[in-house]
Structure formats: C-alpha cells, structure tokens
C-alpha cells in the first residue's frame, strides 16, 4: 500500500480570509488533512465581524453585499451549510435617491435575462434613455487593456443613476479610470445574465456568522484544524518545492506530498516571494456606522446619488454607509466625516438633525485598484514551486477584488492541489 492511501495529505493554508477558508473547506471536503495558519486571532481577514465598544454593537468591517450571481460564493455557502444567512428581495430590487433632486426610484429587473424591464419607464431609471442601456453593450466587446472610459460614456442619466453607482462598488475605483474587462466580467454574470442573477444578498445578522464561523466548523468538523496568532516570516524555498513554513517561533518541515495554499494579502505574498509579481496600488473604502433603530418602511439598501454617501444599509439598530474609492476622505477628521454623512443619512431616511452614536471605519487598503495596469500584475494561482499555489482576491481571478473573486480563488487553489 502507498504511503499517500495511509496518511491523508497534509495542506496548510496560510492565510484565514475568505480565499484561505474557502481553500480550506473544498481541500477538507476532499479528505484532505487541512491545517489554518493565520496572522491575526480571527478569522476572516477584510470580511468579518467584531465587537465596537464605542457603539456597543456587533458590526462588520465593512457593509459587504454579494448577488444572486456570485456562483462561487454560494456554492461555499451551501458546502459549509450557511445560505440560509443571507438576506435579499425575492427579486432584483434596488432603491435610489438623488440627493440634489430628492428624486427616489426603484430599479426592478425581471428574473430572466432578456430584459423587458427596460421596456417599462416607471422601473428604470428616471431619465434614462433605452439608447444608453443599449451603449453598455460595448463593455462587453471592450479591448484588453482599456479603461472604462475609453470604451462608454461615462455620462448621461444611466451612467450617474446606475452604472457609476455600480461600478465604483464592485471594482472600489472611481469607475472612468477602472479597468473595462473587470466591469464586463462583473456586467457579464450580473446585469447582462438577467435579473435572478443580481439579487442583492446581505448578512443582515453579520458577516462572521454567515461566511466565517460556519467555514471555522466545517473545518474542525473534517478533521482540519486553524492556528490563530501565527504569522508566516519565510518560506524555504527550493529550486522545484518549498520545503519549509518559519512561523518565527515555530517552523515546519514539509514532506514530499505536503502542499501549501498562500492565501495572504499581496504585499505580504510579495516579500514571501520577492520575484512575484503582484498588484501595488490600492484603494480605500469608509464606513460610517450610526446607532439608531432604522425607521420602519427603510429598505435594506439604499443606494445614493449626488451624495458623498454611496449605498446606506439598515441592519438591526444601526443605520451604516459605504463610499467606495474614498481615498480623497481620508485626510478628513472622523467627526467632520460622521457630521457630514449623517446629514445626507438623516435626509434619506427621514430622522431629526441630532447625530446618534457612531463609529467610522477607513480600511486604507480595502482592496487592489481595478484599473489595467494593476490588473495585468495580477499573478496566477500557479507558482514556480510545484507545492506551492495562491490564493486571494488579487490573484488573476477575471474579477476584481471582492467576495466572489476571493472564494473562486480559493476554489481554485484547492483544485490545483488536490490535482497535485
Ligand atoms: C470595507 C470593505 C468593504 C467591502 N465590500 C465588499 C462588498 O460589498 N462585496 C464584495 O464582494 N467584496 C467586498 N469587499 C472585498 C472583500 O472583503 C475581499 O475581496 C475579500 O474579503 C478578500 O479576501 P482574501 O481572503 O482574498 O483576503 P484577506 O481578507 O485580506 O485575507 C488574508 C488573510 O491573511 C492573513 N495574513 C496576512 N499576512 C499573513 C501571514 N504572514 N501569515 C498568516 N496569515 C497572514 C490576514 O490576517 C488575513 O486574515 C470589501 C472589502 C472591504 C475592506
């Protein structure tokens, strides 16, 4: 009997996000023996939950939706057993408000993909001619390497009510320099798939209870296990495999059939592995959480125009907001920004002047900039090391960096390996 039938195969994943968990939980569902290392002591990296002792509340790191499209995503949350956490119309849905007009409308699509809702004035978006739907056709043809701007309008009712609004929140950069096969790949399994497939999806009871602690359980339920605390310094590397982890206090020797998926952040990939190239430049997303119970009649998401908020969120006692490519808010204080959001929050959901408690949340770094010349550094999932395979939302998925892109990559990884 060979050795490999005995002893299962041993992978570390290295690296607790969304890719590492969903590396994790397909090599596991494999059989595979799956051991965690992260940095930190939780999991979940840019996608998780904690206590926020000046709200008193459970919040997220930052308000995160997914769509109904985001085939991978729900497929790792169906194997962990966690769909049932998500929250969502039962179809596309989506209300809007222009802050300079006070205009509000709701865009509804129907389920299947050719799009009569476009036919319908009074569920489109108010001003928009059926030309300019027809225009984002482009996107879809668009040349490799060019910007979203070299390839549509980047103006015109439809573009400021929708696809501005759209764009900035799936690639997190100002849409006009973004990469314009990003968008499509975004438009191609949403928009362009028909209604069913752009249902928006939230954690209403927080993001660890849905995408992590149900992957923690799986894990542990397979036999795998998660090291907290335990941050990667070096790899050993050979001229084929690497050989060695050096956790700084703690090394581990690899065998002949030990596989590793690095499933960190790319800077930290980056000085793992000098010679790899990997995305640089990045941009920032700002959250404003408000203590309030949100009004009753608030829908779940709102998204905003003409405003410096982007999308408004109504979770159990807090109102939250999202500005994506915000690194131009950075430099303001946090009471300034908390004053001014709340204004425009209290004008759309209708509450007195008087600022609730809040919080606000700037992740610097919340993700790669989805312009072209970041998107050709990104590498694949495959290294010069026969062992050794990559994950993370920056790695070449055809997505920009979000949730889906993050779990396909993981999915990905873990085929590599398994394959191995
Ligand atoms: C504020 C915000 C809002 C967002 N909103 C959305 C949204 O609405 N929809 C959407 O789809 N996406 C959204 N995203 C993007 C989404 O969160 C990310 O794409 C996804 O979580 C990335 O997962 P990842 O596993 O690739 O990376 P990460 O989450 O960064 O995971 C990397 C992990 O590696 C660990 N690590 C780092 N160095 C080491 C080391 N040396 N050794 C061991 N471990 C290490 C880190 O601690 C971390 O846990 C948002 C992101 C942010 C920040």
């Known amino acids: 009997m060979s050795r490999r039938s005995v002893r299962p195969r041993q992978v570390h994943v290295v690296g607790a996000g969304l890719a590492g968990l969903s590396a994790a939980v397909r090599l596991a569902s494999r059989g595979l023996a799956v051991t965690v290392h ?24 930052g308000n995160h939706l997914i769509l109904s499209g985001n085939q991978a995503a729900l497929s790792y949350l169906d194997l962990i057993d ?20 006070g205009e509000r ?21 108010p001003g928009a001619r059926l030309g300019e739907y027809l225009a984002l056709a482009k996107l ?23 696809i501005e609004p759209l764009l900035m929140s799936a690639l997190n950069t100002e849409p006009r320099s973004g990469s ?12 362009a798939a028909g209604g069913r497939n752009y249902r928006p999806l939230i954690a209403r009871n927080g993001l660890s209870n849905v995408f992590v602690a149900p992957a923690l359980r799986y894990i542990a339920g397979h036999g795998g296990s998660v090291n907290y605390g335990r941050r990667l310094r070096r790899l050993t590397l050979g001229a084929e495999r690497v050989s060695a982890l050096d956790f700084g206090d703690t090394s581990i020797q690899l065998t002949s059939s030990d596989a590793i998926v690095l499933a960190v952040p790319p800077a930290v990939a980056g000085s793992l592995l000098p010679e790899l190239s990997t995305p640089t430049e990045s941009r920032a997303i700002v959250n404003a959480h408000f203590r309030v119970d949100p009004p009753a009649g608030l829908a779940p998401m709102i998204g905003v125009v003409n405003g410096m908020t982007q999308w408004l969120f109504a979770f159990p006692q807090r109102l939250s907001v999202t500005i994506s490519a915000a690194d131009d808010l950075l430099e303001l ?4 920004l908390a004053q001014r959001i709340w204004r425009e929050v209290a004008v759309i959901a209708n509450l007195p002047d008087a600022m609730p408690g809040w919080q606000i949340v700037r992740e610097r770094r919340a993700t790669f900039a989805a312009v072209p010349g970041e998107e050709a550094k990104r590498p694949g999932a495959e290294t010069a090391w026969e062992n050794l395979v990559l994950a993370g939302d920056w790695t070449r998925t055809g997505l920009p960096a979000t949730i889906e892109g993050a779990i396909r990559s993981g999915a990905t990884a873990a085929g590599l390996v398994a394959a191995l």
């Open 38 to 61: 992260e940095a930190t002591h939780q999991a979940g990296g840019r996608c998780r939950s904690y206590y926020d002792s000046t709200l008193g509340l459970e919040i997220d790191n």
């Open 82 to 101: 966690a769909r049932a956490g998500l929250t969502g119309p039962s179809s596309a849905s989506f209300p809007f408000i222009d802050l300079a007009t």
């Open 105 to 125: 409308w709701t865009l509804r699509a129907n389920d299947g993909i050719i799009p009569w809702w476009l036919l319908d004035p009074a569920r489109r978006v």
């Open 140 to 162: 879809l043809r668009a040349k490799a390497g060019a910007t979203i701007g070299e390839t549509i309008s980047c103006s015109g009712p439809l573009y400021a009510r929708l």
């Open 180 to 191: 314009a096969a990003l968008a499509a790949a975004v438009i191609r399994e949403t928009l």
């Open 333 to 336: 204080s946090r009471e300034d």
